[in-house]
């Protein structure tokens, strides 16, 4: 069983930063796993947000995060970001990382969830 948990998330003001984390425990290495960051507003179906090859060899960005969202990945410390700058009020959603067994399903059929963080952005 893969246990993802998210962090990082809270309250700030249009135009600032966040970065959030997913950390995998237990016995998971997410080395195995391409991951993915989605996430869901208040009344709105899930969205894709990034997603990042094992190796971090490949990223890919929903057309509404690019040039502001980055997703990177520390292997080592089992550890999965999403840098989030220039936030807008549209950024506000719980935000989930999901761990996949390809890079195409981090996209669109991820195998396993974390529980999520809130976000809210401020305008």
């Known amino acids: 069983q893969v246990q993802l948990g998210e962090s990082g998330g809270g309250l700030v003001q249009a135009g600032g930063s966040l970065r959030l984390s997913c950390s995998a425990s237990?016995?998971?290495?997410?080395?195995?796993?391409?991951m993915g960051w989605f996430r869901q507003a208040p009344g709105k179906e899930r969205e894709f947000v990034a997603r990042i090859s094992r190796y971090a060899t490949n990223t890919d960005y929903a057309d509404s995060v690019k040039g502001r969202f980055t997703i990177s990945r520390d292997n080592a410390k089992n550890t999965v970001y999403l840098q989030m700058n220039s936030l807008k009020s549209e950024d506000t959603a719980v935000y989930l990382c999901?761990?996949?067994?390809?890079?195409?399903?981090?996209?669109?059929?991820?195998?396993?969830w974390g529980q999520g963080t809130q976000v809210t952005v401020s305008s």
């Open positions: 999901a761990a996949a067994t390809s890079y195409r399903d981090a996209q669109t059929q991820p195998t396993y």
């Open positions: 237990g016995r998971t290495t997410i080395s195995t796993y391409s």
